[in-house]
């Protein structure tokens, strides 16, 4: 049972990648799930989630307009579209499920109530 963050890269200011949070030994439908990231020195925060029912999504400030969630069950994957990537978007970014509150208030929770983290991949956006 895990889930594995990959997509991750050096990329220039303005520019694009796409993650991608691979589910594998559960079904990926039962959950909600959301990326988090952490900065150097700073606290992981939540970026953005998606629901499992509905697939409602959900971002921070910082990021609505240039990220995208999305989830394909049949792929057992998430993946998390990044464009007009800043600087400040650097950070080791993470997935997680979210069994308890389907990803309401995923950005005000503590961590603690995200079930299962995967190892994280490093998004680094030079200026």
């Known amino acids: 049972v895990q889930l594995q963050a990959s997509g991750g890269g050096l990329v220039q200011s303005g520019g694009s990648l796409r993650l991608s949070c691979a589910a594998s030994g559960f079904t990926l439908d039962y959950y909600g799930i959301g990326w988090f990231r952490q900065a150097p020195g700073k606290e992981r925060e939540g970026v953005s989630c998606?629901?499992?029912?509905?697939?409602?999504?959900h971002y921070i400030d910082s990021v609505k307009g240039r990220f995208t969630i999305s989830r394909d069950n049949a792929k057992k994957t998430v993946y998390l579209q990044m464009n007009s990537l800043k600087p400040e978007d650097t950070g080791v970014y993470y997935c997680?499920?979210?069994?308890?509150?389907?990803?309401?208030?995923?950005?005000?929770?503590?961590?603690?109530?995200?079930?299962?983290w995967g190892e994280g991949t490093l998004v680094t956006v030079s200026s």
């Open positions: 998606i629901g499992k029912s509905d697939g409602t999504t």
């Open positions: 997680a499920t979210d069994s308890l509150q389907d990803c309401d208030d995923f950005e005000r929770r503590p961590l603690y109530e995200f079930d299962l």
